[in-house]
């Protein structure tokens, strides 16, 4: 399982390496180019109830850490999908599995 600092937030957000080392990219990327966008998802059971949606903007400090050493191989189709989805007004919606360490999913993001 993975892990996002985000700004001066103590508290972190858990994601399932794979998951993350595609968000990574994809965050990175749009970062990079001085884009901001958003990410979003519903809280996996056993934590309180609803969602959250982060903003992402290249002034907020931003921290990946991952619990396994290697990388995981990436899946270009997954990196093309979250790269448009972050292009959409939706912004990136992550689905439970890529939160949990469940099954890997994308959700389309609404236009």
């Known amino acids: 399982m993975g892990t996002i600092y985000y700004g001066g937030s103590a508290t ?6 794979r998951a993350l080392a595609h968000l990574k990219v994809v965050i990175a990327t749009k970062l990079r180019r001085g884009e ?3 990410v979003s998802w519903t809280h996996p059971e056993g934590h309180p109830g ?9 002034s907020i400090p931003l921290r990946f850490t991952f619990s396994d050493p290697e990388p995981p191989e990436l899946s270009r189709e997954w ?9 959409s007004s939706g912004g990136i919606v992550l689905v439970p599995g890529q939160v949990d360490g469940g ?9």
């Open 36 to 38: 901001s966008f958003t």
């Open 103 to 111: 099954p890997i999913e994308i959700a389309a993001a609404a236009d």
């Open 50 to 58: 609803g969602r959250t949606t982060l903003w992402l903007h290249p």
């Open 12 to 17: 972190p957000i858990d994601i399932e390496d």
């Open 79 to 87: 990196l093309e999908e979250l790269a448009n989805s972050a292009h």
